[in-house]
């Protein structure tokens, strides 16, 4: 499987705050606001820019995420999250591996359903240690949302 790292997200309380602060401290180019809402997870995320290398700011309003945030604490990294150029040969080689991918919820998903709220096609390997999660996303749509995101972005 051919992966390429992406970014981590990062739980937090505030989004603004957060963004605001990484934006002054380190310079950070900040995304617009995104929302996430699906299967009972809610959050508002946005994505953070230093040079080339990015993490996304995630605030968790319902769901698995904002109980781990509520259990865990702010600015925990909880994922890992790497891009592949196919996402169908990705999960094809995860299955005939015999790891079953799941969505955001930790429901088992299907080849047929890869598509993400955020229009990026995208998988989630089962939780093996804690929290710790691995993402996987489809590279060119990772990186057209990522474009996206800074055509019009909230400024700090």
Known sequence: ???KFSHVDVLVNNLEEACAYYA??????ISRTH?????GLHVRYAVALIGQERFMLVQPLA???RE?????GEGMIYRHCYSTPDIEKAYDELRAKGVQPEDENGKPLTREHLQSPSGTRIIWLPKRFGHFSIEILEEHSLEAFIADSFSACDSY
């Open 68 to 72: 781990l945030l509520d259990s865990a």
């Open 24 to 29: 002054q401290i380190l310079q950070a180019r």
């Open 63 to 65: 769901g698995n995420l």
């Open 1 to 3: 499987m051919e992966l």
């Open 35 to 39: 929302i996430w809402e699906r299967g």
